[in-house]
């Protein structure tokens, strides 16, 4: 029983390099999202989905582009790397919406050098 | 744009002790989410409130929503090592976006 998973756990980068946080989730899940946690903010949404096909962004999408080709995978993608994207970042899915419980991954912690 | 403040933001006590913890607002949702987070985890949900007045108890935790659905408290009895973690409040919002709102979190430490 997987849930959510997020690859890779760590990455360290250096400024200007790009890579993609992947997310799969094995429930069926319509909404996915991925957010960022950074120490005393909580979690900020960065994009969200609410089915394949369909993206939309959340409060802090700059630098980050997403898209949802499958309802299981939901990949995060660094244009270009900051050190202000340093951050830990989560992705999570839930089954018809907000207001249902939300199912994270356990986090890629990402520096940027 | 709608807020959640939790206070405190950090509380450190002695095992056995009770303790509350609030997440507040100016604004009204339409259902709030409780969850704990533990070190190198994700948030893991403990609980949905959707009534105002609503409580619900799980097992030494004690959730209410209030009346006006503007805030919610998290009381521990008797609180255990086992209890350690990051509290996180998430609120369902009743703006165009019904997007979750969350808290920055509770660091709780329960000293044995």
């Known amino acids: 029983n997987a849930g959510v998973t997020q690859t890779p756990k760590f990455q360290v980068l250096k400024t200007g390099q790009s890579m993609t946080l992947q997310c799969a989730q094995d429930?069926?899940?319509?909404?996915m999202s991925w957010y960022r946690q950074d120490p005393g903010m909580g979690l900020r949404l960065i994009h969200y989905s609410v089915g394949a096909g369909i993206t939309d962004q959340g409060e802090v999408p700059n630098g980050y582009n997403v898209s949802r080709s499958t309802t299981e995978d939901f990949p995060l993608r660094l244009l270009s790397a900051a050190p202000s994207q340093t951050s830990v970042y989560f992705c999570?899915?839930?089954?018809?919406?907000?207001?249902?419980?939300?199912?994270f991954g356990d986090g890629t912690r990402l520096s940027i050098l | 744009t709608q807020l959640l403040e939790q206070s405190p933001q950090f509380l450190s006590i002695q095992e056995g002790e009770n303790l509350t913890v609030y997440c507040n607002s100016s604004s009204v949702f339409s259902s709030l989410q409780w969850y704990r987070q533990e070190p190198g985890e994700g948030p893991v949900l403990l609980v949905t409130v959707v009534t105002g007045g609503e409580v619900k108890k799980l097992k030494r935790l004690t959730f209410q929503f209030g009346d006006a659905r503007k805030d919610s408290s998290l009381h521990i009895t008797a609180a255990q090592p086992g209890d350690t973690g990051l509290y996180l409040c998430a609120g369902v919002g009743t703006d165009s976006n019904y997007q979750l709102i969350w808290g920055a979190g509770t660091k709780l430490i329960i000293k044995p």
């Open positions: 999570a899915s839930s089954y018809l919406g907000w207001g249902q419980p939300q199912h």
């Open positions: 429930m069926n899940h319509e909404y």
